[in-house]
């Protein structure tokens, strides 16, 4: 997710190719099926604090309010405990204990906790924080880098930048390796070497019965194909190998216009958006509202991989501009200094996903429009709104580097669609607020996605992109044709649903 603009805010099935085939070590002398959630949850902490001395945390601890925090309060919940696992074998202990037929407690697994939707990462049972998993290894003879999911990835490129190297990643501070990697990863990289899953070759995984496999598409074709975007579906990810990438410096920064260029700046966008073939150019635009008045903001965030300014730029920052930030700079210097207020906790946040191919004028000017409908009927209804807005994401040609197999279902003769990203920013955290917040994005995204659909740049039916997605968006729309198959190696590496028991999309 990137949203620059609040800157101004302060069953058993066999035959799968290479599937490790998952046996329970479950009993049912101990099953009680008349236990609550609450109680599970608390027969799984009391078990895990007798297997796991001195790493498992209770409330009043600060491991215990680090382990559940999250960047948005919406998306934070009061878990029963919370647990830092630093080994396999570690991970292994909580899966069997989490599993066990007398337990069986809710449970959610947490990377950097940047996900807007309630329940994905954050549990009211018990918390896998994988914060220990940190490693960030750097491997020259093979060209790759090994990364821990509870890495943040300014980390991962201050770490590599010195190297002069990189990897393909998140696009702004804070946000986690292991969740973005394991829903997909749009990155200032994508038109130039893909998406960030598309660069995974293998993963350290704890499967849901506690076996510890390492997975590649040679080893384990299936396996592969699902952790390639079907997140915590099928254990828990404890390292993922990739691609490393030389770095010899970008030029990037943040323009932000007056609202008499908007005509110009949505013409250069579109011009961009429909024409650019320079894959090392990357850019984002936002329109914003903002309360209380409804002051807009429209910025765009450059991107250039290599340290001179390209041409590919020339018509937009020909535009007047009331601030500018670009020029040669690093790709760290570039996160934590554009983008220095996404490291502040927001209180409330909710965002959706518009497959989007191309970014028109007519497109543009219909987000504009109906982001500042939003903003006005929120606050009419006197509801605690910060900031409504929209963020633009045009690529090339996203999925030209997708080689291998992906549960995401992005492959290069496929239909080429950019996930545009509509957000809302709410004060108050209650649940008829984010009932309405919920709503509210959503139907600012079907009131875009009609007029994309009308200028010919994407369909009703296009794969949303998970990462954005509200969380009760069909399985269909976010795996399309992969379901049933993500079905069946679920059934294969976990016949006793244990990763069933943690939220996310379930499959």
């Known amino acids: 997710m990137k949203h620059s603009w609040v800157y101004t805010l302060l069953p058993f099935l066999s035959g799968l190719d290479g599937v490790v085939h998952a046996t329970s070590t479950q009993t049912d002398s101990d099953s009680d099926s008349n236990y609550s959630p609450a109680a599970r949850s608390e027969r799984a902490c009391q078990l895990l604090e007798d297997s796991l001395p001195g790493l498992v945390f209770f409330p009043g601890s600060s491991n215990y309010t680090n382990d559940n925090f999250h960047y948005g309060a919406s998306s934070t919940q009061n878990s029963t405990c919370t647990v830092e696992p630093s080994t396999n074998d570690d991970i292994s202990t909580i899966l069997k204990i989490i599993g066990r037929e007398d337990v069986r ?112 598409e040679s080893s384990q074709p299936d396996l592969s194909f699902a952790l390639r975007g079907g997140f915590n579906n099928f254990g828990i990810v404890t390292s993922f190998t990739v691609n490393s990438h030389p770095n010899n410096g970008i030029w990037a ?9 908007t005509d110009r700046v949505f013409a250069a966008v579109e011009k961009f958006s429909t024409g650019n073939q320079d894959p090392k150019a990357s850019l984002i635009l936002t329109y914003v509202a ?4 409804g002051e ?6 450059l991107f250039y991989d290599a340290p001179q300014q390209p041409e590919v730029f020339t018509e937009i920052l020909d535009i007047p501009s009331l601030a500018s930030t670009v020029g040669v700079r690093t790709l760290t210097e570039f996160l934590l200094e554009d ?76 239909r080429q669609v950019t996930p545009g990203n509509p957000l809302i920013f709410y004060n108050n955290v209650t649940k008829s607020e984010k009932e309405y917040f919920d709503n509210a994005v959503k139907e600012l995204a079907r009131e875009i996605q009609k007029v994309v659909v009308r200028e010919g740049e994407g369909l009703v039916e296009d794969i949303h992109y998970s990462n954005y ?6 399985l269909e729309l976010i795996y399309g044709g992969n379901l049933e198959r993500l079905r069946g190696i679920k059934r294969d590496v976990d016949p006793m649903d244990v990763m069933g028991l943690s939220g996310g999309f379930k499959v």
Request: glycine share 10%; proline share 7%.
């Open 105 to 216: 407690s809710p449970f959610a697994v947490k990377s950097g906790g940047h996900t807007s939707n309630l329940g994905f990462s954050s549990t009211s049972g018990v918390m896998i924080s994988l914060s220990n998993f940190n490693q960030i290894i750097n491997e020259p003879l093979s060209n790759t880098v090994t990364l821990g999911p509870g890495a943040t990835w300014d980390e991962v490129y201050a770490k590599l930048e010195v190297l002069n190297l990189t990897v393909v990643g998140g696009r702004i501070p804070g946000v986690g390796v292991g969740g973005l990697l394991l829903g997909g990863g749009y990155s200032w990289y994508t038109d130039e070497y893909g998406l960030a899953l598309d660069n995974i070759l293998s993963y350290d995984l704890v499967l849901p019965n506690g076996t510890f496999i390492q997975v590649t």
């Open 253 to 261: 920064g943040t323009l932000t216009f007056p609202s008499n260029t």
């Open 290 to 293: 903002i309360a209380p008045d």
């Open 296 to 301: 807009s903001i429209l910025q765009a965030d």
């Open 339 to 414: 983008f220095a207020i996404l490291q502040t906790p927001e209180a409330g946040y909710t965002q959706h996903v518009i497959p989007t191919i191309h970014y028109t004028v007519p497109i543009l000017n219909a987000i504009k429009t109906q982001v500042d409908a939003t903003f006005t009927q929120a606050i009419s209804d006197n509801r605690s709104l910060s900031t409504v807005g929209m963020n633009c994401e045009p690529f090339m040609h996203p999925f030209a580097h997708a080689f291998f197999d992906s549960a995401y279902p992005h492959s290069p003769t496929s």
């Open 469 to 474: 997605a509200l969380a009760d968006t069909p």
